[in-house]
C-alpha cells in the first residue's frame, strides 16, 4: 500500500523535520508543518526566543543565527537541524495554510496539544472527499534525542501500515503491538477530508 504522510509539530522545525528527514530518506511520501503562530527556536535565555514567521527560509534563520552567536547555536545543536532542514524543504510551513498540498492518508503529531489542533483543523474543513484520514499523536519530548528516537518509532509505524491492505480493518491492533512493543502509549483517531 502507498500512502501519504503528513509530520506535525509546532514550529516544523526539530519533531516533525526529524521524521521528515527520516521518511523522505526511506522513499515515503511525505510533508511535515508546524500548527503555532510562529517558528520559535531556542535563544540566548527562555525569555528571548528567535521568533520568525512561518515561511521564513530555513537558509535565513540559519545566517541570522550564524551571525548573531555561532558558537551558542551550535553548542545547542540549532545550526545543525536547520542545516538538516535545508536538506529537506526550503522553509517551514504551517499547518493551517496546507490545503494546497492536496491530501493525506496519515498525520503525524508530536504533542497532544499539536494532536488537538489538527484534529480541529480537519473538523472545520469542508469534508468534500470524504475520504478517512488517521492523525496519530506519538508524544515526542521537544529535543534532539528524543526527536531522533521518535522519528525511528514513527518510521517503524509507518513501514507497518505499509504493510496492510487497508489500515482501517487493523489500526486498533497495530497500535497495541506498537505500545505493547515500544512501552509507549499513542493517541490516534480518524478525521476525513
Known amino acids: 500500500m502507498r500512502l501519504r504522510y503528513a509530520m506535525v509539530c509546532s514550529s516544523n522545525q526539530n519533531r516533525s523535520m526529524e521524521a521528515h528527514f527520516l521518511l523522505k530518506r526511506e522513499g515515503f511520501d511525505v510533508c511535515s508543518y508546524g500548527t503555532g503562530t510562529h517558528v520559535k527556536l531556542p535563544g540566548p535565555s527562555l525569555r528571548e526566543?528567535?521568533?520568525?514567521?512561518?515561511?521564513?527560509?530555513?537558509?535565513?534563520?540559519?545566517?541570522?543565527?550564524?551571525?548573531?552567536?555561532?558558537?551558542?547555536?551550535?553548542?545547542?545543536?540549532?545550526?545543525?537541524?536547520?542545516?538538516?532542514?535545508?536538506?529537506?524543504?526550503?522553509?517551514?510551513?504551517?499547518?493551517?495554510?496546507?490545503?494546497?498540498?492536496?491530501?493525506f492518508d496519515v498525520v503525524f503529531t508530536f504533542e497532544e496539544k499539536v494532536f488537538d489542533m489538527v484534529v480541529e483543523d480537519l473538523h472545520t474543513r469542508d469534508h468534500v472527499l470524504l475520504k478517512p484520514v488517521l492523525v496519530i499523536n506519538l508524544e515526542v519530548k521537544d529535543n534532539h534525542e528524543e526527536a531522533a528516537i521518535g522519528a525511528r518509532q514513527t518510521l517503524t509505524l509507518c513501514q507497518e501500515l505499509e504493510e496492510t491492505n487497508g489500515w482501517e480493518d487493523v489500526i486498533d491492533d497495530l497500535i497495541s503491538a506498537f505500545e505493547r512493543k515500544h512501552r509507549r502509549k499513542v493517541v490516534y483517531t480518524i478525521s476525513f477530508y
Open 49 to 103: 526566543p528567535n521568533v520568525y514567521e512561518f515561511g521564513t527560509p530555513y537558509k535565513q534563520m540559519f545566517d541570522d543565527l550564524r551571525r548573531k552567536d555561532p558558537e551558542l547555536y551550535k553548542r545547542n545543536g540549532i545550526l545543525p537541524m536547520l542545516k538538516r532542514n535545508l536538506a529537506v524543504k526550503t522553509a517551514p510551513q504551517r499547518w493551517q495554510e496546507n490545503g494546497p498540498d492536496g491530501h
